[in-house]
Nanobody, 115 residues
Framework: QIHVVESGGGLVQPGASLNLSCAAS????????MAWYRQSPGKEREMVAA???????YYLDSVKGRFTISADFAKTAVYLQMDNLKFEDTAIYYC?????????WGQGTQVIVSS
Protein backbone atom coordinates (compact mmCIF):
# COMPACT_ATOMS: atom_id res chain seq x y z
CA GLN A 1 0.00 0.00 0.00
CA ILE A 2 1.29 3.42 -0.97
CA HIS A 3 0.77 6.36 1.36
CA VAL A 4 0.76 9.73 -0.39
CA VAL A 5 1.17 13.06 1.37
CA GLU A 6 1.08 16.51 -0.17
CA SER A 7 2.34 19.75 1.34
CA GLY A 8 3.09 23.32 0.41
CA GLY A 9 -0.31 24.86 -0.14
CA GLY A 10 -1.32 28.19 1.28
CA LEU A 11 -2.94 31.58 0.85
CA VAL A 12 -1.14 33.88 -1.56
CA GLN A 13 -1.79 36.97 -3.59
CA PRO A 14 -2.04 36.98 -7.38
CA GLY A 15 1.38 36.87 -8.98
CA ALA A 16 2.95 34.98 -6.10
CA SER A 17 4.63 31.58 -6.20
CA LEU A 18 4.17 28.34 -4.33
CA ASN A 19 5.97 25.03 -4.46
CA LEU A 20 3.96 21.92 -3.75
CA SER A 21 5.61 18.72 -2.63
CA CYS A 22 4.40 15.15 -2.64
CA ALA A 23 6.05 12.19 -1.00
CA ALA A 24 4.89 8.63 -1.33
CA SER A 25 6.00 5.86 0.95
CA UNK A 26 5.74 2.15 0.31
CA UNK A 27 6.08 2.41 -3.46
CA UNK A 28 9.34 0.51 -3.90
CA UNK A 29 9.06 0.14 -7.68
CA UNK A 30 6.72 0.07 -10.65
CA UNK A 31 5.89 3.78 -10.75
CA UNK A 32 4.72 4.61 -14.25
CA UNK A 33 3.96 8.27 -13.65
CA MET A 34 3.29 10.96 -11.12
CA ALA A 35 0.93 13.87 -11.51
CA TRP A 36 -0.79 16.81 -9.91
CA TYR A 37 -4.52 17.31 -10.17
CA ARG A 38 -6.72 20.03 -8.78
CA GLN A 39 -10.35 20.48 -7.95
CA SER A 40 -12.25 23.70 -7.39
CA PRO A 41 -15.70 23.87 -5.78
CA GLY A 42 -18.34 22.81 -8.25
CA LYS A 43 -15.83 21.63 -10.81
CA GLU A 44 -14.47 18.26 -11.79
CA ARG A 45 -10.98 17.25 -10.84
CA GLU A 46 -8.54 18.08 -13.63
CA MET A 47 -4.99 17.09 -14.37
CA VAL A 48 -2.64 20.03 -13.99
CA ALA A 49 0.70 18.45 -14.77
CA ALA A 50 2.10 14.99 -15.14
CA UNK A 51 5.44 13.35 -15.60
CA UNK A 52 6.08 9.82 -16.75
CA UNK A 53 8.95 7.59 -15.78
CA UNK A 54 10.10 7.59 -19.40
CA UNK A 55 10.31 11.36 -19.51
CA UNK A 56 7.32 13.00 -21.28
CA UNK A 57 5.51 15.74 -19.42
CA TYR A 58 2.01 17.08 -19.72
CA TYR A 59 0.59 20.44 -18.69
CA LEU A 60 -2.91 21.83 -18.63
CA ASP A 61 -3.03 24.63 -21.19
CA SER A 62 -3.94 27.26 -18.62
CA VAL A 63 -0.80 26.60 -16.56
CA LYS A 64 1.75 26.25 -19.35
CA GLY A 65 4.63 28.64 -18.83
CA ARG A 66 3.69 29.20 -15.18
CA PHE A 67 3.85 25.76 -13.56
CA THR A 68 6.72 23.30 -13.65
CA ILE A 69 6.56 19.67 -12.57
CA SER A 70 9.62 17.80 -11.42
CA ALA A 71 9.96 14.33 -10.03
CA ASP A 72 12.37 11.96 -8.37
CA PHE A 73 11.17 8.49 -9.26
CA ALA A 74 13.82 6.85 -7.09
CA LYS A 75 12.35 8.58 -4.06
CA THR A 76 8.76 8.59 -5.36
CA ALA A 77 8.55 12.32 -4.88
CA VAL A 78 6.99 14.90 -7.14
CA TYR A 79 6.93 18.66 -6.99
CA LEU A 80 4.96 21.45 -8.60
CA GLN A 81 6.49 24.88 -8.85
CA MET A 82 3.70 27.36 -9.40
CA ASP A 83 4.62 30.88 -10.49
CA ASN A 84 2.49 33.88 -11.34
CA LEU A 85 -0.51 32.40 -9.58
CA LYS A 86 -3.93 33.58 -10.65
CA PHE A 87 -7.31 33.67 -8.94
CA GLU A 88 -8.43 30.73 -11.08
CA ASP A 89 -5.64 28.56 -9.69
CA THR A 90 -7.51 28.41 -6.39
CA ALA A 91 -8.26 24.75 -5.70
CA ILE A 92 -7.33 21.73 -3.69
CA TYR A 93 -4.29 20.16 -5.30
CA TYR A 94 -3.91 16.40 -5.25
CA CYS A 95 -0.89 14.25 -5.91
CA UNK A 96 -1.43 11.13 -8.00
CA UNK A 97 0.90 8.17 -8.18
CA UNK A 98 0.41 5.59 -10.92
CA UNK A 99 1.88 2.24 -10.00
CA UNK A 100 1.37 -0.47 -12.59
CA UNK A 101 -1.88 1.23 -13.63
CA UNK A 102 -3.30 1.63 -10.13
CA UNK A 103 -3.85 5.17 -8.91
CA UNK A 104 -2.93 6.33 -5.44
CA TRP A 105 -4.04 9.69 -4.11
CA GLY A 106 -3.14 11.99 -1.29
CA GLN A 107 -5.63 13.99 0.74
CA GLY A 108 -4.77 17.21 -1.02
CA THR A 109 -3.31 20.56 -0.15
CA GLN A 110 -5.30 23.75 -0.53
CA VAL A 111 -4.13 26.67 -2.61
CA ILE A 112 -6.00 29.95 -2.32
CA VAL A 113 -5.12 32.89 -4.51
CA SER A 114 -6.74 36.02 -3.17
CA SER A 115 -6.03 39.71 -2.90
Amino acid sequence: QIHVVESGGGLVQPGASLNLSCAASGANSGIIGMAWYRQSPGKEREMVAAKTATGPEYYLDSVKGRFTISADFAKTAVYLQMDNLKFEDTAIYYCNIDKYGTDYWGQGTQVIVSS
